[in-house]
């Protein structure tokens, strides 16, 4: 199998917490899994304890993101390095063409990034969003034919609604494109997210009971923005992904 897949994020950490399983399972399917982050995250949080400086947190985090994508048997990732928190400072056109590059270089039959409201609202993962939806539709116009399908992360109401999930942006089941059940890949997935240390106090659902954590993080939701074939891209490149 000739398969690859692109996922483009603005933060280390973005490639695992809503999608790790799914990408985990598609490399294990033998899918060429490449994730492009367009920041080091230096602007977040060194940790609760802090392990570092602020000035050291972009080397700390890309080291974190390369931990995460060796556990999810992952490409090593690309770190672009633009100001955490800056990106809306990036012109869309250079924004544009760097997922344009990779899409020319990786030549993926998926590409898999944020929806246009960022899932958070954050205004990076908005950013990030709109570039790729552009990048998308202009490789595409260049007729590079393998990229078939456009993917956005989502979260569905109902799981917003018992989670109590109110800072994340959810869209109606009915909505969503495609589950993937990620329990087969469970600690895989969680220890990924170790990796992530100084973000690891960032996110309340760590501390939440066993039970809400399998709602939250043994399925993974997605809806299709695009695809140029009437079957679902995403699962075609696995079969693997099938049986889940």
């Not at 917490?17 to 033998?30: D, E, I, N």
């Not at 990048?135 to 990229?147: D, R, T, V, Y």
Request: aromatic share 8%; glycine share 6%; with cysteine.
């Amino acid at each position: 199998m000739n398969s690859s897949f692109l996922a483009v994020f603005a933060h280390p950490d973005d490639e695992v917490f809503r999608c790790g399983g799914t990408l985990s399972l598609l490399a294990k399917s033998g899918v060429r899994v490449h994730i492009l982050t367009f920041t080091s995250g230096q602007s977040g949080s060194c940790g609760h304890p802090p392990i570092c400086l602020q000035e050291e947190l972009g080397v700390v985090r890309t080291n974190e993101l390369i931990c995460s994508c060796q556990m999810l048997g992952l490409e090593p990732p690309i770190v672009l390095n633009y100001k955490d928190g800056g990106l809306v400072e990036v012109t869309s056109d250079v924004g544009v063409a760097h997922i344009v590059s990779h899409i020319r270089k990786i030549r993926p039959q998926v590409l898999l990034t944020w929806p246009p409201d960022g899932l958070s609202g954050h205004p990076d993962h908005i950013a990030v969003s709109q570039w790729a939806f552009e990048a998308f539709h202009q490789a595409k116009n260049e007729g590079l034919e393998e990229l078939k399908s456009l993917y956005y992360l989502a979260v569905p109401e109902s799981l917003a609604h018992d989670l109590g999930l109110k800072q994340l942006h959810s869209i109606a089941n009915s909505e969503v494109t495609l589950t993937i059940n990620v329990q087969n890949v469970w600690n895989k997935k969680m220890t990924a997210i170790s990796c992530h240390k100084t973000q690891t106090g960032e996110s309340p659902i760590l501390q939440a009971s066993i039970e809400k954590q399998i709602r939250f993080f043994g399925y993974e939701h997605f809806y299709q923005a695009y695809s140029s074939q009437p079957e679902d891209a995403l699962l075609n490149l696995s079969l693997d992904l099938k049986e889940t």
